[in-house]
């Protein structure tokens, strides 16, 4: 029997959380439903579930609060959700740590597309297994088989899209990457030059890797063209 993938779904709608648990559990997902923000943050703890579908606006604590307290604990993906088309809100939701956002009305079908593409980021036991293999640069070591990030012997805690920013550019390091194919290889679309979810990857990255926001020297971004992993200031 292959196992489901399990969803935890945050959304005090009960209408519509009914609906998407109907939903997603008539395509073989395991579907946990809560409708408070501070409920989710101890069901996140103790389920570990592989994907969190999270509302914006909850009670208890809202969604925003509810990314950025379990974030450093918790690598799966968090999908926001939110009945608010605001730019700004995309950016916070994005800035603590939420892989992707959506806005309501929900549609089933992108839902479930995005559902599925931020599964496929994890990586199998196939691929971990063909993976056994370092970037070392310095005292940064970035290793595919663990998704661990380690600088100057201290491991530093990075989520899972965090994690795959890093890697694909410390693969290229020394080499201009550019957003569209980091748009790409991360999200599974073409970039269409507003997508900003890399760039604030990117800086958080720099904060956790010590690097200077106001002139960055270790991921250096090459304007109009993409972003630059420097490989000899890991020292």
């Not at 691929?127 to 005292?139: A, I, R, W, Y």
């Not at 550019?169 to 507003?194: H, I, M, T, W």
Request: aromatic content about 6%; some cysteine.
């Amino acid at each position: 029997m292959i196992e489901q993938d399990h969803i935890l779904l945050v959304e005090d709608d009960i209408a519509l959380a009914q609906w998407m648990q109907d939903y997603l559990i008539a395509r073989e997902f395991k579907v946990t439903t809560c409708h408070r923000g501070d409920e989710a943050v101890d069901l996140i703890e103790q389920l570990n579930p592989d994907l969190v579908l999270l509302d914006g606006m909850l009670p208890g604590m809202d969604g925003l609060d509810v990314c950025k307290a379990v974030r450093p604990q918790f690598a799966n993906p968090i999908i926001m959700i939110t009945a608010r088309d605001e730019e700004i809100d995309e950016v916070l939701g994005l800035e603590m740590g939420a892989d992707d956002y959506m806005t309501k009305p929900i549609r089933a079908r992108a839902l479930l597309a995005r559902i599925k593409l931020a599964l496929r980021r994890r990586p199998s036991v196939e691929q971990t297994l063909s993976n056994l293999h370092q970037v070392v640069l310095g005292g940064l070591i970035v290793d595919n088989q663990n998704r661990s990030v380690i600088l100057n012997d201290e491991a530093i805690n990075v989520s899972s899209n965090e994690f795959d920013v890093l890697w694909l550019l410390a693969k290229q390091a020394g080499e201009v990457v550019s957003r569209e194919s980091l748009v790409a290889d991360l999200r599974g679309f073409d970039y269409d030059g507003f997508d900003r979810s890399v760039d604030l990857r990117v800086s958080r990255l720099r904060k956790k890797l010590g690097d200077d926001s106001a002139s960055p020297y270790r991921i250096k971004t090459i304007w109009g063209k993409g972003y630059l992993l420097a490989k000899d200031s890991w020292s």
